[in-house]
């Protein structure tokens, strides 16, 4: 097929609009509130996700108190860091990290405080104390130890109580999904099993309400993979992704590949909850030489290394162009491909078809058509397109078409629901109230076409106000 009746169907272009607020969140369903509800506390899945925190995130969380630098043993007798009983812990038994983060500050405060006890670390989830029992019972010291409390705890929650569900519908008799039990004088009914299991493990309204409340505090708001974030009234702005905070240390990088106008002014605690990442330091597409003399193009967050300064110089590039960097700094990157003589356009252009406007993005031999001029506009606002005939992009290998960019605010024109893009999924805006508690702005809802939209997956919505 060819390209002048592949895309002789393609729809007009949709150009920016204003959004008034008044209309946008009318047919979405109501946000969810941080109101303790007993009846749910987290996910199934919240519960069992082994990677929903990797091995620097939780040592993010531990800095924040003594765990940060402590050493003891594991439950087998190994000497290990907190950071790796409690990864150990998740990975082994397929619990997840946060579950056990938040265990560890519901029971013992040990998360934020800079000075425990030794009385704290060795009964630092509470494993195996009940209400009535003292911790000097000789019964239950074999589950004394910072170690043998997070693994006790994790196996218990996962091969007992959960497994017990699993199996026979409810655990210890009578923590089930669907099943009515009295605690503190109230009726509680789980709603799955994750609230079961929590609630046999901590048989209290209260307990489990600290739970839920560090939970949110930590877990629940969090910005999008794509945010931009900075401290009202202090210099520097960061990336928010996948779960890390990356800053950004200059303009022009930050020009050349986002949207200043998408930065949003957070308090310090916000930014607190997320671990540093990897710096932005230099504009996309700069040309960096290291210390042996190997020039790199850097894509995004990885650098190309030109096979020989004859081809840097053969693909029409200056020496005065080069950035000198350290052996430090390329290893702080992924290393790409290699862009050699035959590497086509390495640094990307945009071809319009002079038949029917048709856009594509060509880069290293392949053509990746635009559907919405907006995403042009969005991905690529340094380019301008170059008018080409239907022969000339023929020539390019047909790849994915391009999606929207993380970050942005988006909607069709076809309903009022707003998503933001986020690790190249749309999550919908719950309400109004959730929108403005974020910090978004009205002004920066962009109207695409269904067809671009349809490009993206449909992530989780985005329920709870921040």
């Given amino acids: ?30 946000s969810f509130s941080y109101a303790y509800n007993p009846d749910y506390l987290i ?15 939780i040592q993010h969380f531990l800095n924040r108190g003594y765990l940060g630098d402590y050493k003891t043993e594991n439950w087998e007798g ?9 990864w150990d812990a998740a990975q082994y038994i397929g619990i ?43 019964s239950i010291q074999r589950w004394l130890g910072f170690g043998k409390q997070v693994n006790s705890t994790a196996l218990q929650l996962i091969d007992g ?54 939970w949110n505090r930590w877990f629940e708001t969090e910005y999008p993979s794509g945010s931009l974030l900075k401290v009202a009234g202090q210099n520097g702005v960061y990336l928010i992704e996948y779960g890390y905070k990356r800053p950004i240390h200059s303009w022009s990088a930050l020009l050349s590949r986002f949207n ?23 504009p996309n597409y700069s040309l960096l030489q290291d210390e042996s003399g190997q020039i790199y193009l850097l894509v995004d967050d990885s650098l190309r290394p030109f096979a020989s300064t004859d081809v840097f110089h053969a693909i029409g590039f200056a020496d005065d162009e080069l950035v000198q ?42 053509r990746h058509i635009i559907l919405d001029d907006i995403i042009a506009k969005l991905a690529y606002p340094n380019l301008q397109a170059v008018s080409a005939l239907p022969v ?18 988006v909607k069709s024109a076809d309903t009022p629901t707003v998503y933001v893009v986020s690790e190249g999924e749309i999550r919908a805006i719950a309400s109004e109230q959730v929108f403005t508690s974020f910090g978004w702005s009205w002004d920066d809802i962009l109207t695409v076409s269904q067809t671009a939209l349809n490009l993206h997956r449909i992530g989780d919505s985005i329920n709870t106000e921040f």
Wanted: hydrophobic content about 35%; some cysteine.
């Fill in 1 to 30: 097929m060819t390209l002048r009746s592949l895309f002789s169907h393609l729809t007009p272009i949709i150009l920016f609009a204003l959004i008034t607020p008044i209309t946008l969140f009318t047919l979405l369903t109501p």
């Fill in 43 to 57: 996910s199934d899945w919240d519960l069992t996700d082994p990677f929903a925190l990797d091995f620097n995130q």
């Fill in 78 to 86: 190994d000497s290990k860091y907190a950071v790796s009983i409690i």
């Fill in 96 to 138: 997840s990290p946060k579950v056990l983060l938040v265990m560890l500050q519901k029971e013992q405060s040990l998360i934020e405080d800079d000075n425990p006890s030794e009385n704290q670390l060795n009964w630092a989830m509470g494993y195996g104390v009940c209400d009535s029992c003292s911790k000097s019972d000789p």
């Fill in 161 to 214: 109580y959960l497994a017990d569900i699993e199996e026979d519908g409810s655990t210890q008799g009578k923590y089930g999904p669907g099943i009515p039990v009295e605690i503190d004088g109230t009726t509680v009914t789980p709603a799955n099993a994750a609230t079961a299991a929590l609630y046999a493990y901590t048989p209290h309204l209260h307990g489990n309400e600290n739970f839920v409340t560090i």
């Fill in 260 to 282: 200043p106008d998408l930065i949003i002014e957070v308090s310090e605690n916000t930014l607190a909850n997320y671990a540093d990442g990897q710096a932005i330091n230099f």
């Fill in 325 to 366: 960097i350290t052996s430090d700094d390329v290893s702080a990157f992924e290393i790409g491909d290699t862009v050699t003589n035959s590497t086509q356009d390495p640094t990307g252009k945009l071809l319009r078809l002079t038949t029917n406007n048709a856009l594509f993005y060509v880069r290293d031999g392949y």
């Fill in 392 to 409: 000339e992009v023929e020539q390019y290998k047909e790849a994915e078409p391009i999606k929207i960019p993380d970050g942005y605010l």
